[in-house]
């Protein structure tokens, strides 16, 4: 092993969390080291070949978690420069006021944040401006105040979708402009293809590579170096810091000693490298004198909903861009909330035969021409047995979905509706378990050290100089897409930090 180098803050992870962390912190001047252990996504014709994204599932890591039965499973989860980010739908939106605050759902009670919508409001101001957010803020009820508008103006949408948007306004909804992280005549120009789920390079999407990080890497002071995974942080015995971290770089063992430590790893590595770290001091793990570390996992109940119709053709390449929220904070009728339902991207035929490969390709491609597809997403609720844990090094994930009843509500809802716009056969599926896009929670952030792992400046209530910056620090997942308060955090804690000298 070598001890081969020093820095005033070392990264790990180089998605939403690490590269916003690394913007923001950049101009102080101070060393910076992102240690990433995947490598760049390549520039290739395989970024567009649905048989290869969706049925060889070609970027797929060779890895393997355990359920909760302990049967091996294929994670959808990504690991190259930029992160989840890399092949995420850029829809940037904001949590609505209401999810800062305890909210009673079906499934049990979302719990308060310990900050309000209108103290975190310019730090989403912020991070909008940093992915270049399209966006419209007038035609969502639900909309919480900005205190500045959307840099850019919303994208249109295609004309098979404004035929179908306006059957739904005529329905009484009220469809809004999803808040996109796109630069959509850039796509355009390269892709015929839809953006979510697709992998990306540098086509038009503002994710955490092509953003945050092309902007922090412009100083001098900030260096990335992928193929390096961090494989265990040591704490100091007498003062508890982490002192030192170790990582493979290919297959070589390095170490560093940072000054300050930013763990953004992802909400289930970075809780799976805080249990593997464990040691004297730290029985249970790192950060872990709550028992909060690897709890509390939460990822979202989602379906898709396609409504077919013969005589409505469906010629759109990407297609999202709008979503609706009349049933988010209330059904629609005074009861409880359902959750979000946005475009989904365009189910080719080739997408679907992923999933159902004995059906063949014409009928599907039939299908997908003629059909209109949709996103529904409800809140899962925090709950401790929910989690994250590590035994024999291997990663297990336990998660049992919770007010599932909501998301049902929501889907058929839904579904009811997309019938009466005369799309007489709807389908809906509900999304794998074994695919964590919206992965959060597992280092909760809370004001009480008994029950959260983290101030509400993410850092560790045990280790001075560890902050956890990614998806982890969540409460709450609201059923908002998590992107953009993982940013708008990341700049609020690289703000404090730089403010408060943190060394
Ligand atoms: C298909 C898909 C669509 C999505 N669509 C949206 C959307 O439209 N809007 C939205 O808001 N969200 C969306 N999401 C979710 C969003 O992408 C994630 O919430 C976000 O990217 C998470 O960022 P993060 O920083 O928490 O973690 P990650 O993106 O997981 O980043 C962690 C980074 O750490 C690296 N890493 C992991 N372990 C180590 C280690 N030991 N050492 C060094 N490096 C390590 C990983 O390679 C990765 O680069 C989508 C996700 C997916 C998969």
């Given at each position: 092993m070598f001890l081969n180098h020093q820095t005033d803050i070392l990264i790990i992870g180089s998605g939403i969390g690490g590269s916003t962390m690394a913007a923001g912190l950049a101009p102080s001047g101070l060393n910076i080291l992102i240690l990433e252990c995947g490598i760049q996504l390549p520039?290739?014709?395989?970024?567009?070949?649905?048989?290869?994204?969706?049925?060889e599932q070609y970027f797929k890591p060779d890895e393997e978690w355990f359920d909760k039965d302990k049967q091996a499973f294929k994670p959808g989860n990504y690991y190259y420069v930029g992160g989840n980010s890399k092949f995420f739908g850029a829809v940037l939106a904001r949590y609505r006021k209401e999810d800062f605050l305890e909210m009673a759902h079906e499934g049990g009670t979302s719990p308060a944040w310990p900050f309000s919508y209108e103290a975190f409001e310019p730090w989403y101001t912020r991070a909008e401006a940093l992915f270049k957010v399209r966006g419209d803020d007038k035609f969502d009820p639900t909309e919480p105040y900005h205190s500045t508008q959307y840099p850019y103006k919303a994208i249109e949408d295609e004309t098979a979708i404004k035929v179908v948007k306006e059957q739904l306004t005529a329905q009484g909804l009220h469809p809004y402009p999803l808040p996109l992280a796109i630069d959509i005549e850039q796509w355009r120009q390269t892709r015929k293809v839809p953006w979510d789920a697709h992998p990306h390079f540098f086509n038009g999407k503002i994710d955490a590579e092509t953003g945050p990080l092309a902007q922090a890497i412009q100083y001098k002071n900030v260096r990335l170096q992928t193929n390096s995974k961090v494989i265990h942080l040591?704490?100091?015995?007498?003062?508890?810091?982490?002192?030192?971290?170790?990582?493979?770089?290919?297959?070589?063992?390095?170490?560093?000693?940072?000054?300050?430590?930013?763990?953004?790893?992802?909400?289930?590595?970075?809780?799976?490298?805080?249990?593997?770290?464990?040691?004297?001091?730290?029985?249970?793990?790192?950060?872990?004198?709550?028992?909060?570390?690897?709890?509390?996992?939460?990822?979202?109940?989602?379906?898709?909903?396609?409504?077919?119709?013969?005589?409505?053709?469906?010629?759109?390449?990407?297609?999202?861009?709008?979503?609706?929220?009349?049933?988010?904070?209330?059904?629609?009728?005074?009861?409880?909330?359902?959750?979000?339902?946005?475009?989904?991207?365009?189910?080719?035929?080739?997408?679907?035969?992923?999933?159902?490969?004995?059906?063949?390709?014409?009928?599907?491609?039939?299908?997908?021409?003629?059909?209109?597809?949709?996103?529904?997403?409800?809140?899962?609720?925090?709950?401790?047995?929910?989690?994250?844990?590590?035994?024999?090094?291997?990663?297990?994930?336990?998660?049992?979905?919770?007010?599932?009843?909501?998301?049902?509500?929501?889907?058929?809802?839904?579904?009811?509706?997309?019938?009466?716009?005369?799309?007489?056969?709807?389908?809906?599926?509900?999304?794998?378990?074994?695919?964590?896009?919206?992965?959060?929670?597992?280092?909760?952030?809370?004001?009480?050290?008994?029950?959260?792992?983290?101030?509400?400046?993410?850092?560790?209530?045990?280790?001075?100089?560890?902050?956890?910056?990614?998806?982890?620090?969540?409460?709450?997942?609201?059923?908002?897409?998590?992107?953009?308060?993982?940013?708008?955090?990341?700049?609020?804690?690289?703000?404090?930090?730089?403010?408060?000298?943190?060394?």
């Open positions: 520039d290739s014709p395989i970024n567009q070949d649905q048989d290869q994204i969706f049925t040591k704490t100091s015995p007498t003062t508890n810091r982490i002192e030192e971290v170790i990582y493979a770089h290919h297959d070589e063992l390095q170490s560093i000693r940072p000054k300050l430590v930013i763990l953004s790893a992802g909400a289930i590595h970075s809780a799976a490298l805080l249990l593997r770290s464990k040691n004297q001091n730290n029985p249970e793990g790192l950060s872990n004198s709550s028992g909060m570390v690897g709890r509390n996992f939460m990822n979202h109940n989602c379906s898709a909903i396609i409504g077919f119709n013969h005589r409505y053709t469906n010629d759109a390449i990407y297609s999202k861009t709008f979503g609706i929220n009349d049933f988010y904070l209330n059904d629609g009728a005074g009861g409880l909330p359902l959750g979000n339902i946005q475009l989904l991207g365009k189910v080719s035929g080739k997408i679907l035969k992923s999933n159902m490969p004995f059906i063949p390709s014409f009928a599907l491609d039939y299908f997908s021409r003629h059909s209109i597809d949709f996103y529904a997403m409800s809140e899962d609720l925090p709950s401790p047995d929910n989690r994250v844990y590590v035994e024999d090094d291997k990663i297990n994930l336990v998660w049992e979905r919770n007010n599932w009843s909501a998301h049902q509500k929501l889907v058929h809802k839904f579904s009811a509706i997309l019938k009466d716009c005369g799309f007489y056969f709807v389908l809906n599926q509900p999304f794998d378990k074994r695919t964590p896009s919206h992965q959060c929670g597992t280092i909760r952030m809370g004001n009480n050290p008994k029950d959260s792992a983290l101030d509400t400046y993410c850092r560790s209530y045990d280790h001075d100089n560890l902050y956890v910056v990614d998806a982890s620090f969540f409460p709450s997942s609201a059923a908002v897409n998590p992107a953009l308060t993982i940013a708008a955090q990341a700049l609020r804690v690289s703000h404090h930090i730089l403010s408060t000298s943190p060394f």
